[in-house]
């Protein structure tokens, strides 16, 4: 094994919520799994052996030919079973990944939080392709089960059915229905993985655009695997029922009705099974079309949990670095930084936009966040720096609750943002607004400037001053 791909399977195990049950679950399946192919085997090979040619090996209602009586009743519910008892522990691993990251997401340890964050955001996006390549050998020797064992119970009924075609029916679900599933989720999972590892510390707009882009070009694919799925499992529904249904008539006059009535019931079932993942795929196609609102300014993943304000700004938050202030820490773009490290960051983010926007003026925006409670003096500390890096025209943030309604996904919280804008300057000329008390007090007085439509500057000390509270 290659250190690449060790280290690779270190964070997935790692990252991964309960890879070790999901791995010693998994290991348990395959080994039923075998041993149901083997005895789904041996009932075969009684009917296709030297056994069944002699005259004494004839067919008998209920029971093979030789010793050894019939075939287990429910031995192919069994291996379908144990493959869906792999995907469940797939959905449940990544429902567990997805809840824990939202739950992180209101942590009040930043380091913690931005660390937990981007773990179980790493066990997202690696349960579902982890899980869905595990899980071909077990569709292979189910669908090698189910076929088998249908065909035995036909023989056992006194039919003569055909094996090849029991198998190639069996081969049919699994390469038509579940084949193309798994192949557009890995493909779907592993872009969305190259989209979140390529953006990591590029500017913000860029980092936007770049994963809405990657997330448009890579849902294609899921929806093409998925509509041959679709059309796939309808195909060998429909052929499977109608086989039943024929059977069943042609059977009319020399079985017993119970038999005809549990050929009608099968062909039903199959039948309503298509209708119904039909509606449910409908249901995933609305969700995969109804478009999102526009997303909320720089409220990404790694940045931290936001109090809910009663204050709400006039102006609208454009895409800029975001500077996350808290009364311990100074945060860039979730990431910690504090007095040259956050001047540095903020210089290539200047840089950057410069790259992005050839020819085009620097707005010197940064958008700020700073909690009710925190001192003022925070505040100061951490926009002496952005102004020291050029970014002196910031605008402070709020956050209210708000939600969101989806067509499968129901109700979602989505915070509401809203901003006001101001200028820093080092001169007092009269006017200016000076950062006193509270960050929460300061806010509800910039706020109240700017929607009575005054251009508010706030007055800071020389940049070149020591700029150790910012530390």
Not at 309 to 315: A, I, N, R, W, Y
Request: proline share 6%; with cysteine; net charge positive.
């Amino acid at each position: 094994m290659t250190p690449d791909l060790l280290a690779v399977l270190q964070i997935i195990a790692r990252d991964v919520p309960f890879f070790a049950g999901f791995v010693v679950v998994w290991a348990g399946i395959f080994v039923v799994e075998i041993r149901l192919a083997l005895l789904a085997n041996r009932h075969e090979k009684r009917w296709t052996g030297p056994a069944a040619a002699s005259p004494s090996a004839g067919a008998r209602p209920g029971a093979g030919p030789g010793a050894g009586g019939g075939l287990p009743r429910g031995v192919e519910w069994w291996a379908a079973g144990g493959l869906a008892l792999h995907l469940g522990c797939v959905v449940l691993s990544t429902a567990i990944a997805r809840s824990r990251l939202l739950r992180d997401l209101s942590g009040d340890d930043t380091a913690a939080r931005v660390r937990l964050v981007s773990q179980n955001l790493s066990g997202l996006l690696n349960a579902l392709p982890f899980g869905v390549m595990a899980a071909l050998p077990l569709v292979v020797l189910a669908a090698y089960t189910f076929a088998v064992c249908l065909w035995v119970r036909g023989k056992e009924r006194g039919d003569d059915p055909s094996l090849p075609r029991f198998l190639k029916a069996g081969l049919a679900v699994a390469a038509l229905c579940l084949v193309p599933v798994g192949v557009g989720v890995v493909g779907y999972s592993m872009q969305l993985i190259k989209i979140a590892s390529g953006v990591a510390g590029v500017d913000p707009e860029l980092r936007a655009l770049m994963t809405a882009r990657g997330m448009v070009e890579a849902r294609p694919q899921l929806v093409t695997a998925v509509c041959v799925a679709l059309c796939g499992l309808l195909a060998t529904t429909g052929y499977i029922a109608v086989v039943c249904w024929r059977k069943a008539r042609a059977r009319a006059s020399a079985v017993s009705s119970d038999a005809d009535a549990r050929a009608r019931r099968v062909s039903g079932i199959a039948a309503t099974s298509a209708l119904a993942l039909f509606a449910v795929s409908m249901t995933l196609h609305l969700e995969n079309q109804a478009p999102w609102p526009e997303p909320s300014h720089n409220l990404v993943l790694d940045i931290g949990a936001f109090e809910s304000s009663t204050v709400s700004g006039p102006d609208p938050m454009p895409w800029a670095p975001l500077l996350f202030v808290t009364a311990g820490d100074v945060l860039l773009e979730g990431t910690q930084a504090a007095g040259d490290r956050a001047t540095e960051m903020l210089r290539v983010l200047h840089k950057n936009y410069t790259l992005l926007h050839p020819g085009a003026s620097f707005p010197g925006q940064i958008n700020v966040y700073c909690p009710a409670a925190v001192p003022v003096s925070r505040l100061d500390a951490a926009l002496r720096v952005a102004a020291d890096a050029g970014y002196t025209h910031p605008l402070l943030m709020w956050t209210q609750p708000g939600e969101i309604r989806r067509p499968l996904l129901g109700r979602l919280s989505r915070p509401n943002t809203s901003a006001a804008r101001f200028e820093l300057t080092t001169r007092d000329e009269g006017g200016a607004l000076h950062l006193t008390g509270s960050c929460g007090a300061f806010g509800a007085e910039l706020a109240r400037l700017r929607r009575q439509g005054s251009d508010v500057k706030v007055l800071l000390a020389n940049v070149a001053d020591d700029r150790s509270g910012a530390r």
